[in-house]
């Protein structure tokens, strides 16, 4: 057997282990069942790679994502360790293939999510391999208390009844205490033992600003710390306009999201990663395998779903143990949108059944049938032909593939896309020689940011629902613009794929799993409020907040956060009659300022000025007008 040191320093080059690191591999080793529970970073992975390439077979690896797969997959053939994915559509003489190379090539890994775990011929060739360890990857999806509950987790308890004799590891980033005892009871860890390493980040600043113009505090931020950064946004549209906006203010940055090509996905990354780029603005797509050191700010622009989620990303900072910030920036609308975009875009059992039954008309799927058929899917065109609401309908076919009802192949990401490959001024001469084409490029510029710049994904259907013209009619025009080089185009017929998991049973269906999603629709409300209460709490440490969330305790404040700083600067402002009489005295030879305005006019620190208005304010010697300014109060 070799030896965990000698593995670890010659496939991955490290001479020592990281903090119980060695511990877990060698409780593993030893044949015992395994939790594990580590931050973001901290090497979970090798926690169960290195215990596997100890012994002869092969791991099972149950992952939730195909990015996070993939991304491990060709980390290890990097290493030249032998690993597989089972992470996309294969027919059953393809899957069968390579199945049998993991029981006769020499395979140490093979990762798949636990929806595949349910196929028949999955199963059956289990019972071929020689395993020598289960990693349940991701386990607080196992977890119906956990911020991102899959069903299919449920039916892990298959792999050990298979493999009964066989140990198991599960491993996440972030559970509470409720979520460590349900994933143990899950999975009958009745012996195993718990390795968790302490949430607290003693370098890691947590702050919450208040911020009306977010952009400008993001650049105030960004050149106070002119370091490696990440930007979270909700939305792609919000990656590529936000990046285009730092590029343009002297700041290096780029955009990363789900819909970029793997090239372009790439390129951005190494930009970032070898520091041609600042400033990584990003939906939460980015995250997966990023190993970055020197990440000096996190910051969330929009709220986050959950405070899980949350500590994942704003972790990504601060890893070569220098001071760093996690910032969320909120406002009084941040509340509202989140609420709208979070729960209640959340599907009842009602309007799941609903689009389940449409879905089966759409596809003429009679009862009883059409269990493992595949369909191309329009999802524009079936959302308009039901008249049903997109974002309910999108996040429904998520529930549906999540409970293993079908596979929504999202090639949408990678639908129709084009890019105006013309200079403004060619742009402009064109459209005065070819009037009847102006319409379609004016919705194409409303619509699309970015499409100067690069190549953007479009939906015909969408532009044919604004135009008032048919989809043909839109492909016509693109296409015209395409043969007189104005822009490059690629066009795709179908924008998804649909497979059938079950036979239709409408109702029957889906009342199996009625109660996970009345339950999981629940869990996320609370997850919200929970990430509310954490930016409203003004009378806590942010840290301390955290951690009680975590399950943890601190005794003394951290110090260092939004809450400690003010706090205790609170106490060292003094706020001068000097002060108060240069702001006055502003204000009376103009008529009215913003605090930004006050602020580059006197030399005074932000905190004091803070302090100044709000004592004016009070003595109701200033007053703040509709247009958010302050002006002198009449005497």
Request: hydrophobic letters at 35%; glycine letters at 4%.
């Amino acid at each position: 057997m070799n030896l965990p040191i000698d593995i670890l320093e010659t496939f991955w080059k490290h001479k020592y282990f990281r903090p119980l690191q060695e511990d877990i591999i060698d409780h593993v080793i030893k044949g015992n069942d395994t939790f594990v529970l580590m931050a973001t970073g901290s090497g979970k992975s090798i926690c169960f790679q290195i215990p596997a390439l100890t012994k002869n077979g092969i791991c099972i690896v149950i992952s939730p994502l195909i990015a996070l797969m993939n991304n491990q997959v060709a980390e290890l053939k990097k290493r030249n360790i032998k690993a597989m994915a089972l992470s996309h559509s294969y027919s059953h003489s393809e899957l069968s293939t390579l199945l049998d190379n993991c029981i006769y090539g020499n395979y140490k890994f093979l990762y798949m999510s636990p929806e595949r775990l349910q196929q028949e011929i999955i199963q059956e060739r289990i019972k071929q391999m020689n395993v020598n360890l289960i990693a349940i990857d991701e386990a607080h999806c196992i977890s119906q208390w956990g911020h991102d509950f899959r069903p299919a987790y449920k039916n892990i308890h298959v792999l050990r009844n298979l493999k009964p004799n066989i140990p198991c590891i599960a491993l996440t980033a972030s559970a509470t205490q409720n979520v460590v005892d349900d994933i143990l009871k899950e999975l009958k860890f009745e012996k195993g033992k718990v390795f968790k390493q302490t949430f607290s980040r003693d370098n890691l600043a947590y702050m919450v600003f208040e911020a009306e113009d977010k952009m400008y505090k993001i650049k105030q931020i960004l050149n106070k710390n002119p370091s490696s950064s990440i930007i979270y946004v909700r939305n792609r549209k919000s990656t590529i306009d936000i990046s285009n906006t730092l590029n343009n203010s002297s700041f290096s940055a780029t955009h990363y999201h789900g819909g970029l090509s793997s090239d372009e996905k790439q390129h951005n990354f190494s930009d970032w990663m070898n520091n041609r780029s600042q400033v990584m603005v990003a939906t939460n797509a980015f995250g997966m395998g990023i190993d970055k050191p020197d990440v000096k700010t996190v910051i969330h622009i929009d709220l986050p779903d959950s405070l899980e989620s949350y500590f994942q990303e704003a972790g990504r900072a601060g890893r070569d143990g220098k001071k760093a910030f996690a910032i969320i920036l909120r406002n009084k609308n941040d509340e509202q949108r989140a609420y709208s975009q979070f729960i209640k875009t959340l599907p009842t059992v009602n309007f799941i059944k609903l689009v389940y039954k449409k879905l089966c008309n759409y596809f003429q799927v009679s009862f009883g049938e059409g269990a493992y058929t595949t369909h191309n899917f329009n999802f524009h065109n079936f959302c308009k032909t039901y008249q049903l609401n997109t974002t309910l309908t999108f996040n429904t076919l998520m529930v549906l593939d999540r409970s293993s009802v079908l596979n929504f192949n999202q090639n949408f990401k990678r639908n129709s896309n084009i890019q105006i490959i013309a200079s403004n001024n060619e742009l402009f001469e064109y459209l005065k020689k070819n009037q009847k084409l102006n319409g379609i490029v004016q919705t194409l510029l409303r619509t699309y940011g970015g499409i100067f710049d690069q190549s953007v994904n479009i939906n015909t259907q969408q532009i044919s629902d604004k135009m008032g013209y048919s989809e043909g009619e839109i492909i016509t025009f693109l296409k015209q613009l395409e043969n007189d080089f104005i822009i490059k185009l690629h066009l795709k017929k179908t924008d998804a794929e649909i497979t059938f998991i079950e036979p239709r049973e409408d109702e029957k269906t889906i009342n199996r799993f009625a109660l996970n999603i009345q339950h999981l629709n629940t869990q996320k409300e609370n997850n919200l409020k929970a990430v509310i209460q954490y930016i409203s709490d003004h009378k806590t440490c942010k840290s301390k907040q955290l951690l009680q969330y975590f399950g943890e305790s601190i005794k003394l404040p951290c110090g260092m956060c939004s809450f400690c700083i003010e706090h205790n600067e609170g106490e060292k402002i003094i706020c001068t009659k000097k002060n108060r009489q240069q702001v006055k005295e502003l204000l009376k030879n103009n008529s009215s300022m913003s605090s930004r305005e006050i602020l580059s006019r006197l030399q005074i620190p932000e905190s004091t000025l803070k302090t100044v208005l709000k004592l004016l304010l009070e003595k109701e010697e200033i007053t703040i007008t509709d247009y958010n300014t302050y002006k002198l109060t009449k005497q």
